[in-house]
């Protein structure tokens, strides 16, 4: 929790000591009530005083009563502004952070507990801000200089406050011990609920289609009844609370006014009204300090939950990045658009088998290089090291000459246009889908987007769309068919005219006539680009400038098409099983 509370800025601490001095107004003035209260009450007991010097004295009560009302609105309102302006920026932080996690580190967290971190973990802190400054710096002031005001009046009554203190505390530890443990099972609890209904939202034609609304459904309820079962105890626990403090407070000022009968009975006439006025400050000095520990003993409740979710926070803004990023920024023009492997391997982290071995192959400026292999062979997670998704295990990529690795990111992805497996749409209009990203602050303007789209064969549906270009489409386009994402997918990378574009199995939605006309289209669009294309059809490799064959991580094959036909099995098997003999011949 302290790590944390050293990102509170300067401006924060100021406001802070602000709330401190407000605070010891409220307190003074909220310790002033009793000594009124006594006057009053030797003014009414005693004969001959008269009427205004009583009104005078509740004046100055009420005054009291008054600014400590506007000191605790004060408070109150500058801790909530605290709080806020911290959880923004913590958010802020939780969000950049996980901008920059590779993807091994967004699977290491996963991504529903990322997004309950940076929403109900950073809700805690800030619900712990709010109150726990207020409380945390009011409660030990009140109970301190209480205590100054009741000290020397009588030990029988300093006894009575003093075991209601101890019974609270004693009540308050118990309590802790039981209930902290739990305070870490409901975080991770959240995570869950979060993860299930993720899935089933975004699986939710699989979950209708295979009639498994119910499985759901039971899936969900029994991570939700685990969740409702450990906050129903934590909150039936912590209700013990309530009236085990009413209990203390009404006990102690019964035993306060019990004792005080006995001493004011033993005691001569004249002090009777004095002992009396007395008691009746004691009661509230003895409320204000029991009330002061059970301020504290607040504190103490909310203190665990906010250190776990601080914990968890930190754990995400401590984690440290596996690709680290590069200083380059420049390079040679002549070796500008070569992708070279190095006897590259690959396993992810914590496996123990490669899913990629011994590597090597050089793509120059304007060439196709495709990749082709059974399910698994490492097609994607090959393609996926060039812009540093991950980092080889072994073995070197350059790129323009130099090692990926030795990249700016930045700089390095405003070279690659990346085309993903599954495609990816962002909530707005077609325009802005396009023209994403910022693309090394080169403007992709209207006419660009457009040509891009017609390269992409998106022109037809797009213009048949409700304002066309300016058409809006839903968070992962779920307002528009697989074959229409793919187009705008590979539009958008098209519209960034990089020196490298990577289809990682890109065409694969889209219908042989659209495939064959859009890869003719690119092929002339991209004439001096490099291009990767992972694929699953022979008919959209087939005329790349270089085929390379995966099977279970390494190379089995490299050629051209009809090179590989001749010289390597694996390659003609995949062939044939799509493709006739005389279909391949022609071809």
Known sequence: MLKLLKKLKG???????????????????????????????????SEGNAMSSILIAGGKMLLCALGSLISAVIVGFITAYIAALFSKKLRKDIFEKVENFSLGEVKKFSTSSLITR????????????????QLLIKSPITALWAITKI??????????????????????????????????????LLDKINGIARENLTGIRVVRAFNAEKYQEEKFNETNNKLTKTQ?????????????????????TLAIYFIGSYIINGALMSEKVIIFGDMVVFSSYGMQVIMS?????????????????????????????????????NTDKNKEGTVEFKNVSFKYPDADEYILENINFVANKGETVAFIGSTGSGKSTLVNLIPRFYDVTDGQILVDGINVKEYKLEYLYNKIGYIPQKAVIFSGTVSENVAYGENGKKKINQETI????????????????PNQYD???????????????????????????PEIYIFDDSFSALDYKTDYILRKELKKYTKDATTFIVAQRIGTIMNADKIIVLDKGKCVGMGTHKELLKKCSVYKEIALSQLSEEELENA
Do not use: C, H
């Open 11 to 45: 401006k924060d601490i100021v406001l802070i000591f602000i709330s401190f001095i407000f605070i010891i107004v409220q307190v003074w003035l909220d310790l002033r009530l009793p000594d009124y209260m006594s006057k009053i009450t030797q003014l009414v007991q």
């Open 118 to 133: 940076t929403t109900n973990d950073v809700t805690q802190i800030e619900m712990f801000l709010a109150m726990g400054l």
């Open 151 to 188: 000290l020397n009046k009588s030990w029988q009554w300093s006894a009575v406050v003093g075991g209601g203190v101890l019974l609270l505390l004693s009540t308050l530890t118990f309590l802790m011990l039981v209930v902290i443990p739990r305070f870490k099972i409901v975080q991770k």
């Open 232 to 252: 129903l105890f934590n909150q039936r626990t912590f209700g013990i609370m309530q009236p085990v403090m009413y209990l203390i407070m009404y006990f102690s």
């Open 293 to 329: 520990f059970l301020m504290l003993a607040m504190i103490f409740i909310m203190y665990p939950r906010a250190a776990i979710s601080a914990d968890r926070i930190n754990e995400v803004l401590d984690e440290k990045f596996s690709i680290v990023d590069g200083e380059i920024t």
């Open 450 to 465: 457009k040509k891009a789209i017609e390269v992409a064969q998106g022109k037809e549906f797009i213009e048949k769309m």
């Open 471 to 497: 058409a809006y489409l839903a968070q992962r386009g779920t307002n528009i068919s697989g074959g229409q994402k793919q187009r705008i997918s590979i539009a958008r990378a098209i519209a960034r005219n």
